[in-house]
Nanobody, 126 residues
Framework: QVQLVESGGGSVQNGGSLSLSCAAT?????MGWFRQAPGKEREWVAC??????????ADSVKGRFTISSSQTNGKNSLVLQMSSLSPEDTALYYC????????????????????WGQGSRVTVSS
């Protein structure tokens, strides 16, 4: 079973930058980031398809957030680099992976992901 462990996040002022990292025990067909602000539903942020199928972003973060992946010493990491942060970006951020095959469904739908990280908090103050 794939396991995801998140790190990073924290507090930053309006306009600042933060990064989140998701350590995965294995790559899967699709990996993504979601967030949930207090009192709101979980929202898709971005997703990354292995096998060069591309990277996609929600309109609310496009141009400000970037996904990157790396494999170092056998460790797989999915990084979400966030810039120009605003208080509207304050949320609990989750890394997720789609394990099922084929990798169907939608990049932006939480129901199409099978494994989730524990969440990492991002707080942006005005």
């Amino acid at each position: 079973q794939v396991q995801l462990v998140e790190s990073g996040g924290g507090s930053v002022q309006n306009g600042g930058s933060l990064s989140l990292s998701c350590a995965a025990t294995a790559w899967t067909g699709r990996m993504g980031w979601f967030r949930q602000a207090p009192g709101k539903e979980r929202e898709w942020v971005a997703c990354f398809y292995t096998g060069s199928r591309g990277t996609y972003y929600a309109d609310s973060v496009k141009g400000r957030f970037t996904i990157s992946s790396s494999q170092t010493n056998g460790k797989n990491s999915l990084v979400l680099q966030m810039s120009s942060l605003s208080p509207e970006d304050t949320a609990l951020y989750y890394c997720a992976a789609t394990v099922r095959l084929p990798t169907g469904g939608a990049c932006s739908e939480s129901k199409d992901y099978d494994v989730w990280g524990q969440g990492s908090r991002v707080t942006v103050s005005s």
